[in-house]
């Protein structure tokens, strides 16, 4: 997030897209309901599903999974044809606008009308919502990314922010809301294949010569690979061995079948986790980790703001915190690494990366501090780009519309998309294992709306088989008014239903996250 | 800014403040019982009423504008004695259970009881039918009779989390909290984690600990990317439930859902490992550390001298901490000699 997460009390509009906020964020989502219905902040909810918050919202464009970029285009398009968008703002502050306001003349409201079945007159009105507002917060999540397109669609966002002057302004701001504990940390932690610690790249080599000489080892300086990458190469057979710590690919991974036989052709594959999972079982060594009421250390969290976490009770008989796993094994592999605990190992990571310098143990004792936070005597930054953006002036990319990868057909004449659902998480590791959460939600639905319902004579609780071109499933219905017709939703939590055998494995050429919002299904009564 | 005297203390307080804030920023406590900063005075209890001179009958301080030039008396015999009678009727119905009741010991009705020297029921009444605890969510247990519908849980479930499910149902001595049509409940336990009393309880463990006799742990949630600090309470070693007390600290301020609050039974499900298992005859068998690790280093150092770094990786975990994440990559980086390091941030 640009922005702190308290900024959400100061913003008079809101733009959601592509985050079901008050099921998989509801901290935030409380807050952005308490600003709507007690402040009386105005609120755009742009999504497939016609989604809790939308039942708050002034404006709910209930689009098609994959046509982010052509509304989003079209919102922006309004702005600049009605004036209101701010012109010193882009003058001061931005560079690259006048192509960029020349890509967006085809987008006028009829033309999104025409070609996403949005409504012209909505349009417009999300736009004055949004642009008339000061200031207002984009909040978006992976609805927006997890799509052939997805760096695109964030480029969108960046430049509907920038041509409204919302970047760097208490309550404006481009939010991501992360969804995963410590996704932020793990990112900032260097633990993607083009950057260390900090995004430092691999490729700078002044940058990495200060970690060649702390590491003692030359680091190299080509990027590595992806997960969808490391995938493929596994499939194919040019990788090896892979150490996979606290993930379960085996349910998260688009096109399960795919990452199945990637994992089955290795020659070596270590799973650390808590529990068995699915990705364990096809393991040739598994070891039991901490959970995180088990061991010290810290997360950062979608507002970078970095915070503690404390041992609560001691370790499962016979596991071990992760750290102490790895460390134990780079010392069996001869290399060095003793640390008494993980302050020593944090100490270490804020000497060798700028933004994280200035955060100690001691100072987020009792509440956690947003980086970038270059020195102990600085309070941290709760709000990037103040005052100017961080590259000097914030560069518009002219985005075209390009829509998914896979669109229905007469042998897959549905839209699937995916998501969670409130009470669970993730691949259902944790939750599945809460009694009395699972005794509420043991098992996942696919939601249909009436219309298709009735045409296909279901009824809630039928079983379906759904397929794509990539596997089959079964389920069953939950016949609701939230997706539109032509398009079904389900979960990935559940394990029985892996709605991942479906999903599609094409990706974002830029960032290589997969296509799990969009993909072309069929769905039969049992 | 407005001026006014509290106690014969000369105060001075921004404008629109209630008489409550104004004593409380001239360091004057005011016993409240409805009354929760992070609300707003619901001005129901009538615990905090002090004298206004000039006004004829006692106010009460929590919904009260402090208006420029008030001069109030926060303690008298008769303010004592009108408390001491909100008490005494709050007991009317309000069963004296606190042996087993979860909240002994951090019962704000308990300690103004205790305070103000109320030692029995005083008062009766027709004898009326007891109400018998229920769940009124897998989570979340209401025992109707101690209710003393402050109605705390109701403004939260409003104002805090925007759902309103609760409401105060029927009128007098039958009056309890009851669900409100229209507005589905989700679980949150925003009203159990501000109901002064034991009116509604966490019903996910059966062992529990006055909390004199279990360890408060802060600690940063585990679930989404909020990061919500929350307080595990651990008794011998074991989770009993999860609290926020801290209504100040970002960035949830005291707040949780359903995950945070109640979806910690996994730490010590039975089906957690606790031994390294390691493949043999196409079988995950059972193992130690000294072999499991013995052989992720010899078999990982093998592949990498017949094949290269590169025919090597690591999926690193969003799960993890900043200092395992860290370790990771240099794992990867410094020992195997690769980049090939990624996440599930995109999945």
Redesign the interface.
């Known amino acids: 997030m640009t922005n702190?997460?308290?900024c959400v009390d100061k913003a008079e509009a809101f733009l959601v897209i592509g985050s079901n906020t008050t099921e998989?964020?509801?901290?935030?989502g409380?807050r952005v309901?308490?600003a709507v219905?007690?402040r009386g902040a105005k609120l755009v909810v742009i999504d497939p599903r016609r989604i809790p918050l939308a039942e708050?919202a002034n404006v709910f464009l209930q689009i098609r999974p994959g046509d982010n970029i052509a509304v989003l285009n079209g919102i922006m398009h309004v702005i600049l044809q009605e004036g209101l968008h701010d012109a010193a703002y882009i003058e001061e502050r931005c560079e690259g606008f006048d192509a960029f306001a020349a890509s967006l003349e085809k987008f006028t409201p009829e033309w999104v009308e025409q070609n996403t079945g949005v409504s012209a007159d909505a349009l417009r009105e999300a736009a004055r919502l949004y642009a008339t507002a000061d200031p207002a917060s984009i909040l978006y999540a992976m609805g927006v990314?997890?799509h052939t397109q997805g760096t695109d669609a964030v480029k969108a966002l960046a430049n509907l922010a920038m041509l409204t002057g919302n970047v760097g302004k208490e309550g404006g701001g481009l939010n991501p809301?992360?969804?995963?504990?410590?996704?932020?940390?793990?990112?900032?932690?260097?633990?993607?294949?083009?950057v260390?610690?900090g995004y430092q790249k691999?490729a700078d080599d002044e940058a990495m010569a200060k970690?060649d000489e702390a590491?003692?080892?030359k680091?190299?300086r080509?990027?590595?690979?992806?997960?969808?990458e490391?995938g493929n190469?596994a499939a194919d057979g040019?990788?090896?061995?892979?150490?996979?710590?606290?993930?379960n690919?085996m349910i998260?991974?688009p096109d399960l079948h795919h990452i199945e036989k990637a994992l089955d052709n290795l020659?070596?594959l270590?799973v650390q986790?808590?529990?068995?999972t699915e990705t364990?079982?096809k393991?040739?060594?598994?070891?039991?980790?901490c959970?995180?009421?088990?061991?010290?250390?810290?997360?950062?969290?979608?507002?970078r703001?970095?915070?503690?976490?404390?041992?609560?009770?001691?370790p499962?008989?016979?596991?071990?915190?992760?750290?102490a796993?790895?460390?134990?094994?780079?010392g069996?592999?001869?290399?060095k690494?003793e640390y008494a605990g993980?302050e020593e190992?944090?100490e270490?990571?804020r000497s060798l990366t700028p933004s994280y310098a200035g955060i100690t143990y001691d100072r987020i004792e009792?509440?956690?501090i947003p980086w970038p936070c270059p020195d102990t005597d600085h309070p941290g930054t709760p709000i990037l780009h103040v005052g100017g953006f961080a590259r000097g002036k914030g560069l518009f990319h002219p985005v075209d519309y390009n829509g998914p990868d896979e669109l229905p057909d007469d042998d897959y004449p549905f839209f699937l998309t995916t998501g969670r659902e409130?009470?669970h998480?993730h691949s259902g590791?944790?939750?599945r294992?809460?009694?009395?959460?699972n005794?509420?939600f043991p098992e996942g639905f696919m939601e249909m709306n009436p219309v298709d319902a009735e045409r296909l004579g279901l009824a809630t609780g039928d079983p379906v088989k759904v397929s794509s071109r990539r596997g089959e499933i079964t389920t069953k219905v939950q016949v609701i008014d939230r997706t539109a017709p032509g398009t079904v939703f389900m979960s990935f939590h559940y394990s029985e239903s892996p709605v991942n055998q479906l999903t599609n494995s094409a990706a974002c050429p830029t960032?290589?996250?997969?296509e799990?919002k969009v993909c072309a299904v069929r769905v039969e009564k049992l | 800014m407005v001026n006014l005297t509290i106690d014969a203390v000369q105060v001075s307080v921004p404008e629109g403040s209630t008489i409550l804030e104004a004593a409380q920023a001239a360091g004057i406590r005011i016993p409240t019982l409805c009354w929760l900063k992070k609300l707003s005075p619901i001005g129901s209890c009538r615990m905090c009423v002090v004298h206004v001179d000039g006004v004829s009958r006692p106010v009460t301080a929590c919904d009260t504008v402090a208006g420029d030039g008030l001069v109030v008396t926060t303690d008298s015999d008769e303010l004592r004695e009108m408390r001491r009678d909100v008490l005494r009727l709050l007991l009317v119905r309000h069963p004296l259970d606190c042996p087993v009741c979860d909240k002994g010991g951090e019962c704000d009705l308990q300690d103004l009881v205790t305070e103000f020297g109320v030692t029995a029921k005083e008062y009766g009444t027709e004898p009326f039918e007891r109400q018998l605890p229920r769940y009124v969510s897998?989570?979340i247990q209401q025992w109707p009779d101690r209710c003393v519908l402050c109605g705390r849980c109701v403004q939260a479930c409003t104002?805090?989390?925007?759902i309103g499910c609760i409401q105060i149902v029927d009128n007098g001595l039958h009056s309890y909290i009851g669900p409100k049509p229209g507005a589905e409940c989700?679980?949150?336990g925003e009203c159990l984690s501000v109901c002064p009393v034991g009116a509604l309880t966490d019903?996910?463990r059966e062992t529990k600990a006055r909390i004199w006799q279990s360890?408060r742990?802060?600690?940063?949630?585990?679930?989404?990317?909020?990061?919500?600090?929350l307080e595990?309470n651990?008794l011998d070693?074991?989770?009993l439930r999860v609290t926020t007390t801290d209504f100040d600290?970002?960035?949830?301020h005291g707040?949780?859902?359903?995950?945070g609050r109640?979806?910690?039974?996994?730490?010590?499900?039975p089906?957690?490992?606790?031994?390294?298992?390691?493949?043999k005859d196409g079988d995950?068998v059972e193992?130690t550390?000294d072999e499991?690790?013995?052989?992720?280093?010899s078999?990982?150092?093998q592949?990498k001298d017949e094949?290269g770094?590169?025919?090597?990786?690591?999926?690193?975990?969003?799960?993890?901490?900043?200092?395992?994440?860290?370790?990771?990559?240099?794992?990867?980086?410094?020992?195997i000699?690769?980049?090939?390091?990624?996440?599930?941030?995109?999945?």
């Open positions: 702190a997460i308290a998989n964020h509801p901290i935030i409380d309901k308490r219905t007690r708050y990314t997890q809301l992360r969804g995963q504990n410590n996704v932020q940390g793990a990112c900032d932690m260097g633990g993607l294949p083009n260390v610690t691999v970690f590491w003692g080892r680091v190299r080509e990027v590595g690979l992806t997960v969808t490391m190469r040019s990788l090896k061995a892979l150490y996979i710590m606290g993930e690919p998260t991974d020659e070596f270590v986790d808590i529990f068995l364990g079982q393991a040739d060594v598994v070891l039991p980790a959970s995180f009421a088990e061991k010290d250390g810290t997360f950062t969290n979608t507002e703001r970095v915070q503690r976490v404390r041992r609560a009770v001691a499962t008989p016979g596991c071990r915190p992760d750290w796993i790895l460390a134990d094994l780079m069996r592999m001869g290399y690494a993980p190992i944090f270490e990571i009792n509440e956690g409130h009470p998480y590791t944790m939750t294992r809460c009694g009395r959460i005794d509420c960032c290589k996250i997969p799990y | 897998p989570f104002e805090i989390k925007g989700v679980s949150c019903g996910v360890e742990v802060e600690t940063t949630c585990g679930y989404c990317g909020v990061g919500c600090q595990l651990v070693g074991r989770i600290k970002a960035p949830n707040t949780l859902c359903v995950k109640f979806g910690w039974e996994f730490v010590d499900h089906d957690r490992l606790t031994k390294p298992l390691v493949r995950l193992s550390w499991a690790l013995g052989l992720v280093a078999r990982l150092q592949i094949h770094p590169d025919a090597l990786g690591g999926f690193t975990s969003a799960r993890c901490t900043n200092e395992e994440n860290y370790l990771f990559q240099k794992f990867l980086r410094a020992v000699g690769t980049n090939n390091v990624d996440h599930c941030a995109r999945l």
